[in-house]
């Protein structure tokens, strides 16, 4: 299922989805948009959190079902001010998220296989637009540490894991012919630049 007015930005850290979201934020059409992000700011989304700076250790088979419920509040929850995803798209308001599903089928498949995150994740409806920022992971990696804060994925042997994981899932997503619509950036190039492609993407929804 797709779900009209559903936008999401995916890629390893540091790829720059959470500098483009604010890009659009300052739009000045911005009120057109339900700008929001994984994981949420509801209760499981703050617990995650924790676990993400590492001052919470979870299994990681107890970390994908914990992303599954957050994304679940993240659709249909009222528990924090970014929830609620599918009522505000069909308000007809454009939801433009920094993560969603493919984040767990990539990072949690990384740390436990791929079998219990396809489970848990394959009744949440699709985005009608993907965007992929592929980036080389020293590259990416060395923006995260220019933030002086780092959290527990943010290594490189993992992110280079979790990139190369990255691209077969979009790849697969590819193969099925799903309805939604998916595109490739190259997240390397100049904010502007992706700024320009991102918009002309989303233009035709507006």
Do not use: W
Not at 100 to 113: A, E, M
Not at 138 to 164: H, M, N, P
Request: net charge negative; hydrophobic share 35%; glycine share 6%.
């Amino acid at each position: 299922m797709i779900l009209k007015n559903f936008i999401v930005f995916e890629g390893i850290d540091g790829a720059g989805t959470s500098t483009q979201i604010k890009i659009l934020q300052k739009r000045k059409d911005a009120e057109r948009f339900f700008f929001t992000t994984e994981p949420t700011d509801s209760e499981t989304g703050k617990f995650l959190r924790k676990m993400l700076k590492g001052d919470v250790e979870l299994d990681p088979r107890t970390s994908a079902f914990l992303f599954a419920a957050d994304r679940n509040e993240h659709l249909y929850g009222k528990g924090g001010t970014n929830c609620g995803v599918i009522e505000q798209a069909q308000k007809g308001k454009i939801v433009v998220s920094d993560r969603y599903l493919f984040s767990s089928l990539t990072y949690q498949s990384v740390t436990c296989g791929d079998e219990l995150p396809r489970r848990l994740n394959e009744s949440f409806p699709l985005p009608e637009i993907l965007f992929f920022f592929d980036i080389n992971p020293e590259i990416s990696l060395k923006r995260v540490l220019g933030r002086g804060e780092t959290e527990i994925y943010e290594k490189l042997d993992f992110q280079k894991a979790t990139a190369e994981r990255y691209r077969a899932v979009i790849d697969e997503y590819e193969k099925m012919n799903t309805g939604m619509k998916i595109v490739h950036l190259d997240a390397s190039q100049p904010v502007e630049k992706v700024a320009d492609l991102i918009n002309q993407h989303i233009l035709p929804i507006l």
